[in-house]
T-cell receptor, first 116, second 115 residues
């Protein structure tokens, strides 16, 4: 079965703190894709990053970084020096199978609140 | 490109009425998805199309739900008759299959309230 677990329901930090959002996935496929999406208060879903199962390199984009570890089936997301604008719900998602169609299984989401 | 366009943004209807949600995918994308977001169930896939053909509708909750994609630039999701438990945010997304480098882009969603 394919599953994505985001154990942290809500996280609250003060601006400028670092915060890590956890994501654990389950799949029997050897080829799969992992994603993070952001849902700000306005409601849309914004694509942040994609990673395929053959690429375990960590990635950094500005204040955002992602740590992919196949050994622990985790794909964690860290925001460095958080800002109020980072307040949103963050979803980790999994797409599986050799054909990456964009069909996604989502975790339940982590609500991040960054206080000034 | 304008992105995925959904209409209406908000819909309030009475129980028993037919509801139609509309989606215009990103031009050139060959996959289209309908997702539903509720507090209880989170984001769940209802149905998806490839080149206008429905591929997997196993997520459609009941026969009251139907979706069509008559051409590459339009899809609709119909609920008939609607029920209060159908209240949710419905998202449309599209993607272009480029092998390893595919991601789905989402519309802004339609917030449906059935009273």
């Amino acid at each position: 079965a394919q599953k994505v677990t985001q154990a942290q329901t809500e996280i609250s930090v003060v601006e400028k703190e670092d915060v890590t959002l956890d994501c654990v996935y389950e799949t029997r496929d050897t080829t799969y894709y992992l994603f993070w999406y952001k849902q700000p208060p306005s409601g849309e879903l914004v694509f942040l990053i994609r990673r395929n199962s053959f690429d375990e390199q960590n990635e950094i984009s500005g204040r955002y970084s992602w740590n992919f570890q196949k050994s622990t089936s985790s794909f964690n997301f860290t925001i460095t020096a958080s800002q109020v604008v980072d307040s949103a719900v963050y979803f980790c998602a999994l797409s599986y199978g050799s054909s990456n169609t964009g069909k996604l299984i989502f975790g339940q989401g982590t609500t991040l609140q960054v206080k000034p | 490109d304008a992105g995925v366009i959904q209409s209406p943004r908000h819909e309030v209807t009475e129980m028993g009425q037919e509801v139609t949600l509309r989606c215009k995918p990103i031009s050139g994308h060959d996959y289209l998805f309908w997702y539903r977001q509720t507090m209880m169930r989170g984001l769940e896939l209802l149905i998806y199309f490839n080149n206008n053909v429905p591929i997997d509708d196993s997520g459609m909750p009941e026969d009251r739900f139907s979706a069509k994609m008559p051409n590459a630039s339009f899809s609709n999701l119909k609920i008939q008759p609607s029920e209060p438990r159908d209240s949710a945010v419905y998202f449309c997304a599209s993607s272009l299959n480029r092998g390893l480098f595919t991601e789905a882009f989402f519309g802004q969603g339609t917030r449906l309230t059935v009273v």
